[in-house]
């Protein structure tokens, strides 16, 4: 106050004390946050592998379920015609079920037609159980990114995404390499039988990491169906051009030219 006085008589002129900032702390995912992003990746690269799982032991399924050489490939393309109609509408079923139930009913039915195809003796059989195993596997490979993006902070979610990625990318590398080993070592139907252990731990992460969420039945009842078979008859139409489009053309300019 003396001072204030000496430089001019006036309090208000005094410098100000200067103002201590607040950095607000960080907080990083929990343990429960981390099991959560553990299980989507887990899913994640159930799925991937199961894609190209069956390429190496295509030739010994064919010949145990008797089906021709270009009937084998319905096997491959049943899975990715279903799985690429499920993804788009995946964020839409966690909304409509929740995302805890509904990634658990999923891993619970990709078991189950796992298990299907593995016991199969027959063609139609086999593509029931991969058209299955697609529509359930391909829910959780965009669901696993939903996790990681609601789940962990900012200042993580490169983590989580690069895991994400690099998992995405070890499935269809792995899947010829395990399937080929299992069929030469074991049995073809192993390819298959392999996904009950993993489906366990699955279920069992994402019971652990995943809190309940209440379901909306409403939505599910008016939601847009027509759209939606709209939907999965373009997607799945234009899976099986391009994937026995090519094969076709290919046997009938074998054909023209013998």
Known sequence: MAEALRSGGNPA??????????????????SADWIAVAAGSLGALLATLDISITNSALPQI???IGAAGTEGT???????????????LAAWLTRVFG???FLMWNAILFTAFSMMCGLSHSLAGMVIGRIG????????IPTAQTIIRTRLPRHQMPIGMSAFGLIVLLGPLLGPVVGGWLTENADWRWCFFLNLPISVALVTL????LKPERASLQAFVKADWLGIA??????SSLT???????????SNRRRSHG
Do not use: D, H
């Open 13 to 30: 002129s005094a410098p100000a004390a200067p103002k201590v900032s607040k950095v607000s702390k960080v907080s990083n995912a929990s």
């Open 230 to 235: 709209g939907l999965a008859i373009g997607l």
């Open 99 to 101: 995302l805890r139930r």
């Open 240 to 250: 099986v051009v391009l994937e026995e489009g090519s094969a076709s053309a290919g």
């Open 206 to 209: 994402l019971y652990l990491g």
């Open 133 to 140: 195993q697609g529509f359930a596997g391909g829910a959780m």
């Open 74 to 88: 319905w096997i491959s393309t049943g899975y990715l015609m279903s799985e690429i109609v499920i993804i788009p």
């Open 62 to 64: 064919q010949g145990q």
